[in-house]
C-alpha cells in the first residue's frame, strides 16, 4: 500500500533556483496538503487543495505555488529558492471535513 | 486563530510505566481529535483518532476526550523504548476551515529501559 508518495526525498538547491515537489496520493483522497516543518516550529501548512481544481493559502504561503494536477496529484514549486525555505516538506491527504490526515515520507530540501 | 497546546517535554518515563501525554485545544466546534507520532526524522504517523467524549481504547493506547474542558490526553501503557518519539496532537479546524487541522507542537516523549 503505497499511500502517499513523495519525490525527492532529498534535494539540494543553491539559492535562486527552481524546483518541483512531487506528491502523489493512491487513497481516492478529495483534499492535499503540504506542510514545512522546522524545528521548534512545528508543522506548518503551506497550501491546500481541498478538492480537485482548488487550492487555497495556508499560514506560511510566500515563495511557494502549487497545482492540483488532478484527484492524485498535488504539487508544490518553489520558483526562487532563498536559504530560509531549507526545511522538511511534508505531503499529506485526508478525505476531508473531519477526517485525519495520512502523511508521505517528507522531502528534506537544503538551499544553499 | 485557532490552538491546540501541549507540553513539550521531554517526557521521561521508566519501560513498563504509564505515559500520559495531554493537550488542550481552543475551538469549541470541534468535532474529531487525532493522535500523531512521529519518529525522530519521518513522518507524522497516525496512532489514534478519538470523536465523542469517554475513552477509546487501542492495543496499549487510550485517548480520553473531555470536550467540555477541552481536553484530550493519550495513555500509553506498558511503554516501551520503541514508544520513544514526538507525540502531535491534532484537532480539525470547525466551520469554513474545516479542511485543515491545527497541530500542537508536540511532546517528546523518552522511555527509559
Known sequence: NAGVTQTPK???????????????QDMNHNSMYWYRQDPGMGLRLIYYSASEGTTDKGEVPNGYNVSRLNKREFSLRLESAAPSQTSVYFCA?????NQPQ?????????IL | QKEVEQNSGPLSVPEGAIASLNCTYSDRGSQSFFWYRQYSGKSPELIMSIYSNGDKEDGRFTAQLNKASQY??????????????????????????????????GTKLSVIP
Open chain 1, 10 to 24: 532529498f534535494q539540494v538547491l543553491k539559492t535562486g533556483q527552481s524546483m518541483t515537489l512531487q506528491c502523489a
Open chain 1, 102 to 110: 495520512h502523511f508521505g515520507d517528507g522531502t528534506r530540501l537544503s
Open chain 2, 72 to 105: 484530550v490526553s493519550l495513555l500509553i501503557r506498558d511503554s516501551q523504548p520503541s514508544d520513544s518519539a514526538t507525540y502531535l496532537c491534532a484537532v480539525p479546524n470547525s466551520g469554513a476551515g474545516s479542511y485543515q487541522l491545527t497541530f500542537g507542537k
Open chain 1, 93 to 97: 491527504s485526508s478525505a476531508g471535513g
